[in-house]
């Protein structure tokens, strides 16, 4: 492997510590201050949230250009295209070289991919892969079961939106940023920030795929609403219970009652609403010592994200 | 065409009303009410934004599956394709055909379109238009100019972002959803939503092409993070003002200043940051008659979006 494979051999049959990897708001390369004028017309310097363009190649294939904050593009490609269906969990990578020069990210197969076959013998709709990945994705997804054992206690939900709230993370520093973190209980194991919200679930599955952990008894929040998408991504990575503090859709909400996804939203502070997969909530919090949500952890500023 | 031109032969040498389309929250077809329970284990009702896919064909080609509301799908269809560069401004369109059963839309030209024509000659990377996308948009953007002369007052810009936000909107109703307005002057024109932020901006671009709308002297506001993408879109459309309650990317600012946008961001109440083509904003305003933004203007829950 052309880079450090973190938390190899991690020890996950006991509660792994928190916070394996979390956002490092000081990282002088994903903030930039930047000089502007307020309603005043004052001059004021602004911290700014970095975002460069990185383009991503499977064996010779480009595939895509992603507008990321460039912390961890190893996992963004991995997560990226297991997400998309170009590489399976089964495919043997030989190697991901970041060129932060470049700013390109090639991942390298063992042989060549189905999705390059396909390519080659141009059975994909040639132009767009979107087009035709969207029915490849929903075939996919029907296929997805999900481990109907899995719980989620109220009083880890709790603890998990606290905690998140409380870490340091880019969204406090510049803002303009999407989060996304694995769980595990009442612990958050991975943080990861990113300028696109799907930049950031797929820098999870990156990590998840190259550490080999299994998302069985795994729960998945995000500050991003709770789309078809969102929804689709989730299962595909085979974890059973997803949470976001932001709203619905109602695709969303049907394809999470079709695949036994638990679904969980608008969960701020003491409050939540879960509208699918409700049989894995354990209620052994009592809701009501629970404060109401401070106004400081609101997110600033802007609807429902993406 | 197949569906009705609205507004056509618009005065606009005149300040048009305002709010020539606005957002429908009563429209059944928009939201859904679904059953769930809420954080005490009762059962509760919520309304949901409804999200479809729609899928878009030029002429023959089939292009993209869109996550969408389905309230506008012609205008989305159009706008996507204008600023995707698959279309121009020249290109003849005969029809735009809208299948509400099969959730597809096709939009026909005259002749075989510039972009269907590198396909066939495989002059694009076969596999992913997405990923030679970026250079083209690249390149158009950097011949993008925009006119100097436009102005914004802040007068006008406190009195968008109350009529903004005080306008009936999904978002209100049902969460989970992106809006962007064009306007001119203090008046809101066109306040589209949709699940997809990109999505409501190119649906404005849609009505905007099909009506013949000059947008020399407009003013665009999105409730989404002033990245890179959405600088970008706001140039090739060619409207010299953007305005986000939400935060910047540096990339963002950076593509601004390059091409001479003027970039106003944070929004809110009575304040705001500007970060390029400061030059446009007219203080006639005295901000500190102005009110903070009261709580309940604050968009629910999330981060600022995408």
């Known amino acids: 492997m052309e880079f450090t494979t973190r938390h190899q051999g991690l020890d996950m049959d006991s509660l792994p510590p928190e916070f394996l990897i979390t956002p490092n708001p000081d990282d002088p390369r994903l903030t930039e201050m930047v000089q502007g004028i307020d309603q005043t017309g004052a001059a004021i310097d602004t911290a700014v ?45 030989t190697a991901i070289q970041y060129d932060e020069e470049l700013e390109v990210v090639v991942v390298r197969t063992e042989c060549r991919t189905d999705f390059e076959e396909k390519l080659k013998k141009k059975t994909l709709t040639s132009g767009c892969a979107q087009g035709t990945a969207f029915g490849d994705v929903m075939e996919k997804f029907e296929k997805v079961t999900l481990p109907r054992e899995a719980r989620i206690r109220t009083s880890w939900l709790y603890a998990l939106t606290h905690k998140i709230n409380t870490a340091p993370s880019l969204y406090l520093t510049a803002g303009a940023i999407h989060g996304c973190v694995l769980a ?25 795929f190259q550490n080999n952990i299994s998302p069985d008894d795994k729960i998945f929040y995000t500050t991003g609403r709770l789309t078809s998408e969102m929804v689709i991504k989730t299962a595909q990575m085979g974890i059973p219970i997803l949470v976001s503090r932001s709203g619905f859709t109602a695709w969303g909400v049907q394809l999470a009652r079709q695949i036994g996804l638990t679904l969980i939203g608008r969960a701020r502070g003491r409050r939540f609403i879960a509208l699918a997969g409700q049989e894995r909530i354990v209620f052994d919090a009592d809701w009501r010592q629970h404060a109401e949500e401070e106004h400081k952890h609101r997110r600033k500023g802007a609807r429902d994200d993406d």
């Open 49 to 93: 949230t970095v975002e460069r363009p990185l383009t991503l190649y499977l064996n010779g294939q480009e595939i895509v250009t992603m507008m990321t904050i460039l912390d961890y593009p190893e996992y963004l490609a991995l997560g990226y295209l297991l997400n998309q269906n170009m590489l399976r969990q089964d495919d043997q990578i």
């Open 184 to 208: 595990q209980e009442d612990h958050p194991l991975v943080y990861m920030e990113d300028v696109g919200r799907h930049n950031a679930v797929d820098k999870i599955a990156g990590w998840m």
